[in-house]
C-alpha cells in the first residue's frame, strides 16, 4: 500500500519475501524517530506517564512488573515486537517496566502520531481497543490477586502471526510517509507549478492554474493525488492550501497585470486555483484569501477558485456559504472537472459561478464521438446564456484542438500547449503564442 507513488519497494524485497520478512523494516524507513539503548538501560518503568510506544528493530526488551511486592517477567520481546502501547491507548501510567537485555535499536511512536490516529479512526474501532484493554487490565489484577506464584505465567507475548505482521508493517509504513510529509513541509519541498490556459482567441496565455507538486530531495516530482489524500487525512492540507494561496498571488504580482502583450490587453492575466472540500468547510478560509490578496495587493479579480461538483455538494450549504463570500471580496468562482459529478444544473443559480472548465473526458472523446460533441455543443451554449465562460481542460492533440475551438470554447488548457510549468518559466510563456488562432474569432469571454 505505498501511497507514495515515486517509491518502490527493492527488487530485493519484492522478489525474496523470506529475506523481507527477516528483514521487516527495511531502509527505507529513513525518516522515522529512533532510539538506541544501551544493555541494562531501563527504557520506561512501571507507573509512569507513557508518552511513546516503541516497535524494536533490533535487539531485545524485558517487559517486568511488581507482582506482590516481587518483580517477575513478563516478556521478552525481541526484533519487530512492540511495547509501551497500553498507556497510549488508555492514558494509564505504564503498566511494566522495560529493560533494554542488550544493545537495542527502537521505532519511537509517539504520542501525538497515535492520538491523531484513534481520533481519526472509526468509534467502533476505539470502543473494542478500550475494551480489550480494560479487560486485559482487570484480568491481569484478578490474576495477581488469586495466583499465588505468578511466575506460572511467564510467557511468550510476542503474537507475532500473519495478520500482526501484515497491520504493523502497513502501520509503520504510513507513519514513515506521514513524517516524510512533514519533513517535506518543513523543508520547503513542495512548489506551485502554473499550468498556462490560452485564449482560443488570440493564441495567447491568458492565465494560469496554479497546482501543487511535491519535489522529492531525490529529484522526483510527485502529483497531488500521490500526496493529497494523506496530507488531508493528517490535517495537513490547511498549510498546503495556504502556501498554494501565496504562491498564487505572489505570481499574479509578477505577471503582468494589464494582459501585457498577449494580444488580449483588455484582459488581465489571472491565477486560478483549486479549492477541496475540507479547505472549503475550513474555518477562517475567506479570511486566509483577504488576507494574501491584500498581503500581495493584487486585484481579486485576478484569482479564480475552482471548486469540483463534487465538492460543492458535499456540503452544498457552506459551500455556497463560502463561495459567496468570496465572491463579494472581487475573486472568481470556477466549476472544476465540470460534468463528472452527480450534481443537478441548478447548482449553477445557487453558487456564486463565473467559469465552467469542462472535464477533459469530454474532450478527449470529442473527435470519436459524437454524444460528446452534443453534450460540449450544449454546455457551451448554456455557458453562453448564463454569461460564463468555457474552459476546456486537458486538450492534448490538435484535433481537439480544432474542435473546442469550432464548439466556442473561449479558453483551453493541456498538454499540446504545455504542462504545469514551475514559476519563472511559467512567467516566460506570457508573450508566447501558442496556436494560430482559428481566423474567425469564435464566440467567446477571453478571461474568466
Ligand atoms: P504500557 O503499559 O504502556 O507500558 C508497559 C508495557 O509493557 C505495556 O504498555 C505493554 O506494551 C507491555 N506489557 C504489559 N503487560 C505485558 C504482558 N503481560 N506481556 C507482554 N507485554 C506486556
Ligand atoms: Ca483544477
Ligand atoms: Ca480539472
Given at each position: 500500500m505505498a501511497r507514495f507513488r515515486g517509491r518502490r519497494r527493492s527488487e530485493l524485497e519484492q522478489g525474496i519475501p523470506l529475506l523481507y520478512?527477516?528483514?521487516?523494516i527495511s531502509p527505507m524507513f529513513d525518516s522515522l524517530r529512533r532510539q538506541r539503548v544501551k544493555p541494562g538501560t531501563i527504557i520506561f518503568r512501571e507507573g509512569e506517564i507513557g508518552d511513546c510506544a516503541y516497535v524494536i528493530e533490533r535487539g531485545a526488551v524485558e517487559i517486568s512488573a511488581l507482582r506482590q511486592g516481587e518483580s517477575v517477567v513478563l516478556a521478552r520481546l525481541g526484533?519487530?515486537?512492540l511495547f509501551g502501547e497500553m498507556a497510549l491507548i488508555d492514558d494509564k501510567p505504564r503498566?511494566?517496566?522495560?529493560r533494554a537485555l542488550d544493545a537495542a535499536r527502537l521505532i519511537v511512536i509517539s504520542r501525538s502520531q497515535v492520538t491523531r490516529k484513534?481520533?481519526?479512526a472509526d468509534p467502533l474501532i476505539r470502543l473494542f481497543l478500550r475494551v480489550i484493554l480494560r479487560r486485559l487490565r482487570t484480568t491481569t489484577s484478578l490474576i495477581d490477586n488469586t495466583v499465588q506464584n505468578a511466575r506460572a505465567l511467564v510467557g511468550d507475548a510476542t503474537l507475532d502471526d500473519t495478520g500482526v505482521r501484515t497491520l504493523r508493517k502497513q502501520a509503520i509504513e504510513l507513519l514513515d510517509q506521514e513524517q516524510r510529509l512533514e519533513e517535506a513541509l518543513r523543508r520547503g519541498e513542495f512548489e506551485v507549478f502554473l499550468q498556462p490556459i490560452v485564449s482560443l482567441k488570440s493564441g495567447y496565455p491568458a492565465g494560469f492554474e496554479a497546482?501543487?507538486?511535491w519535489r522529492q530531495p531525490d529529484g522526483n516530482v510527485l502529483e497531488p493525488d500521490a500526496f493529497l489524500g494523506l496530507a488531508e487525512e493528517m490535517g495537513l492540507v490547511e498549510r498546503l492550501g495556504k502556501l498554494v494561496l501565496e504562491r498564487s498571488c505572489a505570481a499574479l504580482s509578477v505577471l503582468p497585470g494589464d494582459g501585457g502583450g498577449n494580444g488580449v490587453p483588455e484582459a488581465p492575466f489571472f491565477v486560478s486555483l483549486n479549492l477541496s472540500a475540507r479547505q472549503l468547510a475550513q474555518a477562517g478560509v475567506v479570511e486566509d484569501f483577504v488576507a494574501a490578496i491584500d498581503g500581495a495587493g493584487v486585484d481579486p479579480s485576478r484569482l479564480l477558485v475552482e471548486v469540483t461538483e463534487?465538492?460543492?455538494m458535499e456540503d452544498p450549504e457552506v459551500a455556497a456559504r463560502v463561495l459567496w463570500r468570496l465572491k463579494s471580496h472581487g475573486l472568481r468562482v470556477g466549476v472544476?472537472?465540470?460534468g463528472t459529478g452527480y450534481s443537478s444544473l441548478s447548482y449553477l443559480q445557487r453558487f456564486p459561478v463565473d467559469v465552467l472548465k469542462v472535464d477533459r473526458s469530454f474532450v478527449t472523446a470529442l473527435p470519436t464521438s459524437a454524444g460528446s460533441r452534443k453534450i460540449v455543443r450544449a454546455v457551451t451554449r448554456l455557458a453562453q446564456e448564463l454569461d460564463m465562460a468555457v474552459v476546456a481542460e486537458g486538450v492534448e492533440h490538435d484535433d481537439e484542438l480544432a474542435l473546442v475551438c469550432y464548439f466556442g470554447f473561449g479558453l483551453c488548457q493541456g498538454f499540446l500547449f504545455a504542462p504545469p510549468l514551475p514559476l519563472p518559466e511559467a512567467v516566460a510563456t506570457v508573450g508566447r503564442r501558442f496556436?494560430?488562432?482559428?481566423?474567425a474569432p469564435q464566440p467567446e469571454r477571453v478571461a474568466p
Open positions: 520478512s527477516l528483514f521487516w526484533q519487530s515486537d503498566s511494566a517496566t522495560a484513534m481520533d481519526a497546482v501543487l507538486r463534487g465538492a460543492l472544476d472537472d465540470f496556436f494560430d488562432a482559428p481566423a
